[in-house]
Nanobody, 123 residues
Framework: QAQLVESGGGWVQAGGSLRLSCAVS????????MAWFRQAPGKDREFVAAINRSGGSTYYPKSVKGRFTISRDNAKNTVYLQMNSLKPEDTAVYYC????????????????WGQGTQVTVSS
């Protein structure tokens, strides 16, 4: 089973940018569909972005579309989340997730998760 380790979280002012990384070890990275989710205190885990195995197709909810970009480097076994124009409501713990068998925006369908990285956006 793949092991996922996120990095790149931190504190940023509203309007700023952060780039999250998720390094994946274990079975072949290019077999996995990858996604980012986030969870704010007291809220359910929320879908943020997903990408297919080749990186040719990406998916976003309305809340982040146009501001966030997911990408992957299959040679480096890494998936990224570039976050621009950050807002205080983007504050959350961000999680990387992996699954086989297709892209999904439903967290329960992902079997592999990282430990999360905190993103804090101040106004």
């Amino acid at each position: 089973q793949a092991q996922l380790v996120e990095s790149g979280g931190g504190w940023v002012q509203a309007g700023g940018s952060l780039r999250l990384s998720c390094a994946v070890s274990g079975p072949t990275f290019s077999n996995y569909y990858m996604a980012w989710f986030r969870q704010a205190p007291g809220k359910d885990r929320e879908f943020v972005a997903a990408i297919n195995r080749s990186g040719g197709s990406t998916y976003y909810p309305k809340s982040v579309k146009g501001r966030f970009t997911i990408s992957r480097d299959n040679a480096k076994n890494t998936v990224y989340l570039q976050m621009n124009s950050l807002k205080p409501e983007d504050t959350a713990v961000y999680y990387c997730a992996a699954k086989a068998g297709g892209v999904s925006d439903i967290s329960e369908r992902y079997g592999c998760w990282g430990q999360g990285t905190q993103v804090t956006v101040s106004s």
